[in-house]
């Protein structure tokens, strides 16, 4: 890479970084205009839905019916580019919600990864989309030992999908070390290529559109 390209990269990387910042702050203080423009205009929001105007009504819904506050505190960020204007990246965000519910309010907790996808458009990067996986959801005074970890109130519990990005999860339960035997180690990923290594190849994951 060129110098120029080099400090295009970091520049980049810094933009993306304060998108899913500034996409934390505006969701919380429900500023819904200062959050959909975070996302491209043409954004995908259902089958047959499509722009931030879509967008910013299926938030007022979700977050007028489920949520009475929140706060979401992001974490660990792998960012890897496609090309120059496209990048995809895995976040880790932990999350807090005050929740209404049928038995009295509920202070909910809750640990996902977001897999993302950016793209830099007229010179600024966005979210061309996110792809929740959850890990758990609970009543900060219930710890979620055990199966089907996301428990909301006045909902069934059902499994989070934190763990279905990656292959290795299901390999290393799956296969127990032998006695006697030194495990073998993978060559190292190629550089820039972490995300992918570990999605074992496979394409970026699928968004089920409604």
């Known amino acids: 890479m060129t110098l120029e390209e080099r400090i295009d990269r970091l520049e980049s990387l810094e933009e993306i970084r304060q998108l899913v910042s500034k996409y934390s702050l505006s969701l919380d203080m429900r500023d819904l205009d200062a959050h959909v423009n975070l996302f491209a205009e043409d954004i ?11 967008l910013k009504q299926w938030l007022d819904d979700t977050l007028r019916l489920q949520f009475t506050g929140t706060s979401h505190h992001v974490g660990n960020h792998i960012i890897e580019f496609d090309d120059p204007d496209h990048a995809h990246g895995v976040l880790y965000s932990k999350n807090e919600h005050e929740t209404p519910s049928d038995g ?6 809750m640990q996902m990864l977001y897999w993302d996808n950016y793209e830099r458009i007229d010179g600024h990067w966005y979210f061309r989309r996110r792809l929740p996986c959850y890990w758990y959801a609970t009543d900060l005074n219930k710890p979620p030992i055990g199966e089907q970890k996301m428990r909301w109130p006045d909902r ?3 499994d989070g999908a934190f763990h279905d990005l990656f292959p290795s999860w299901e390999k290393f339960w799956k296969n127990p070390p032998k006695d006697g ?8 990923a190629p550089w820039g290529e972490f995300l992918k290594t570990m999605r074992a190849g496979q394409p970026d994951p699928k968004i089920k559109i409604r």
């Open 181 to 188: 035997i030194t495990p073998e180690v993978a060559t190292p």
């Open 104 to 109: 009295g309010d509920e202070w909910v907790i």
């Open 44 to 54: 995908r929001v259902s089958r047959d839905a499509t722009g931030r105007a879509h």
């Open 156 to 158: 069934d519990s059902y």
